[in-house]
């Protein structure tokens, strides 16, 4: 229910952008953002954004990315700048919110998009 995009290869130093929409099935969504995974790490939280505009962001992508959020659309983008190669990894949309206002808050996660910075 959650759909990336705007994964791919980038020299160090430069952008890129991420984007995911969450299908329109979901009753709501209170939080939207980005984890990612690198090669033999856990999954770690890289920027989020509540239904308020509330954001966090990891130590490494202060300054450097920014997460924004589309509430009618159900979509979130991390915009990635001055990338370096410890970014590489694959990134994760996560959502936490229900389908139906009977059913609990629940996370869901869409399938990753590969982000790879070559220095």
């Known amino acids: 229910q959650l759909v990336e995009s705007g994964g791919g290869l980038v020299q160090a130093g430069e952008s890129l952008t991420l984007s995911c929409v969450g299908s329109?099935?979901?009753?709501?969504?209170?939080?939207m953002g980005w984890y990612r995974q690198g090669p033999g790490d856990e999954r770690d939280l890289v920027a989020d954004?509540?239904?308020?505009?509330?954001?966090s962001y990891s130590d490494s992508a202060k300054d450097r990315f920014t997460v924004s959020r589309d509430n009618a659309a159900n979509t979130v983008t991390l915009q990635m700048n001055s990338l370096r190669s410890e970014d590489t990894g694959v990134y994760y949309c996560?959502?936490?919110?229900?389908?139906?206002?009977?059913?609990?808050?629940?996370?869901?996660w869409g399938q990753g998009t590969q982000v790879t910075v070559s220095s």
């Open positions: 996560h959502a936490r919110g229900r389908a139906a206002v009977w059913l609990n808050d629940r996370d869901y």
């Open positions: 954004i509540n239904i308020r505009g509330s954001t």
């Open positions: 329109g099935d979901m009753y709501s969504i209170f939080s």
